[in-house]
Structures are given as structure tokens and as C-alpha cells.
């Protein structure tokens, strides 16, 4: 593991990372998802693409990757961006799961590898819809600890700086970046993943023209017990 001090917007974030192939010309970058970090992506991946090297990147905020303040999706692809530049690294192929699909899309690589990506807009239950007004309603009368009460699950462990975050960036809708995304993309998903909906994979294919969807067994996760397929339909993807 190693890291990196780069500045962005004046502040100072120190980037952990690993790299694996490092004699391998042709770099593949990995970015996980919320509440992850790059131990899942390297476990899943590094033991199936020693062709290619590989750079398995912490987040802001998550991982051993240090956090300044709140921050939207367009800001952590600022980061990665400069990040990137300082290890001369290009944007050939970039692989990101979940949030990190965002994160990957706004960096344009040549080939976008998305993994059950977020960013597109589901319908918000009743209950959902309820508990943000009741929490919008409360908040004028109690302290910055009401979001506890009313977090979501992906909140556990936050500290108020994530929980912000995680506030700008769940409903963020990038429809627009995908049709406006014009290389070539591979999507993987899970059949039964219930975060990020199988139906979020179609609209996501049918925005990007240049784009391949193959779906795999499993949930929000199912690359953990399909990693070596999808590797392998990696190599014939592209």
C-alpha cells in the first residue's frame, strides 16, 4: 500500500493505493463502491488480470484515503483526475462499482467498465418519502446529531463529513452523462441485486450506444463469486 498528498480546491487529501503488475504497460484503474474500499476490488480482481496493471484506488473518506470535507460525485472525480496526473497514469480503462461507476463515468476513460452502477433515479417508497419530510421538518429544532436518527444503513459508522456526502450524492441523476457518454462501455450487473436494480442496467445500456450488458448471478455484490468470469468476458469484450 502507499499513498499520495494531491491538492484539490486548496485542500490536501492523501490518496491510498495499490498497484499489481506493475511491469505490465496497459493499466486497468479500480474504483469501489460506498462504503468500500480497494481490499474488495484487488480480492476480487488482481489474481485474474496479470496481463494488465492494476490500480486499486481508496476513495476519499473511505479505505486508509484521508476526507476534508463534504463532497458531490463531481468533486471526487476532480480528485481521482489529479490524482491520476500526478502518477501519470492514463484513463485507457476504468472499472467502478456502484458509486464508483460515477465517479469513473465523469473521468471518461476509453473504456468504461461499470459494475451494478449508481445514478440512476429510482422512485422513493412512501417511508422514504415520509422520513425525509419529517426530517426536513425537525431539523430547525434540534442539534447536527438528528441525522443519526434518520440516516440510512449505508450512514453506519459515518462521521457528520460522510453523512453529508452521502447526502449529495445518493440522489444525484446522471442520465445526461450516460447518453452524453460516448466510448465504449461494458456493464456488468447482478440479476438480483436490489440496490441498484437490474432495470437501472437496461436504461443504463440503452444511453450509452457504444455499450455491452452482461448479467451475472448475484446481488449489489455479485462480483465477489463471479469475478473470474467476468474477467474473462473482459478480455473478449474488449
Known amino acids: 500500500m502507499a499513498q499520495k498528498e494531491i491538492i484539490q480546491n486548496n485542500s490536501k487529501y492523501n490518496i491510498s493505493y495499490e498497484i499489481a503488475n506493475n511491469n505490465q504497460k496497459e493499466c486497468i484503474i479500480f474504483l469501489h463502491g460506498w462504503g468500500s474500499n480497494k481490499e474488495i476490488m484487488r480480492n476480487s480482481f488482481a489474481k485474474y488480470l496479470d496481463n494488465f496493471k492494476l490500480l486499486f484506488i481508496d476513495l476519499p473518506g473511505f479505505g486508509n484515503s484521508s476526507m476534508v470535507s463534504a463532497l458531490d460525485t463531481k468533486e471526487y472525480a476532480q480528485i481521482v483526475d489529479i490524482f491520476l496526473n500526478a502518477l501519470h497514469v492514463e484513463k485507457k480503462i476504468i472499472f467502478g462499482h456502484s458509486f464508483g461507476g460515477k465517479v469513473a463515468l465523469l473521468l471518461n476513460p476509453d473504456i468504461l467498465v461499470l459494475l451494478s452502477s449508481a445514478g440512476i433515479l429510482n422512485k422513493k417508497s412512501f417511508k422514504t418519502r415520509f422520513k425525509i419530510r419529517l426530517f426536513k421538518a425537525l431539523k430547525p429544532f434540534f442539534s447536527g ?44 450487473w447482478g440479476k438480483n441485486d436490489t440496490a ?43
Open 145 to 188: 446529531g438528528l441525522y443519526k436518527f434518520f440516516a440510512t444503513k449505508d450512514v453506519n459508522g459515518l462521521d457528520k463529513t460522510m453523512y453529508e456526502t452521502l447526502k449529495n450524492v445518493v440522489d444525484e441523476d446522471f442520465s445526461e452523462y450516460f447518453k452524453k457518454f460516448k466510448k465504449k462501455s461494458i456493464i456488468y
Open 196 to 238: 441498484v436494480p437490474l432495470s437501472n442496467a437496461y436504461k443504463i445500456a440503452s444511453f450509452i450506444k457504444n455499450s455491452k450488458l452482461r448479467i451475472y448471478d448475484g446481488d449489489h455484490f455479485f462480483f465477489l463469486n463471479n469475478a473470474k468470469q467476468i474477467c474473462n468476458d473482459f478480455k473478449e469484450d474488449i
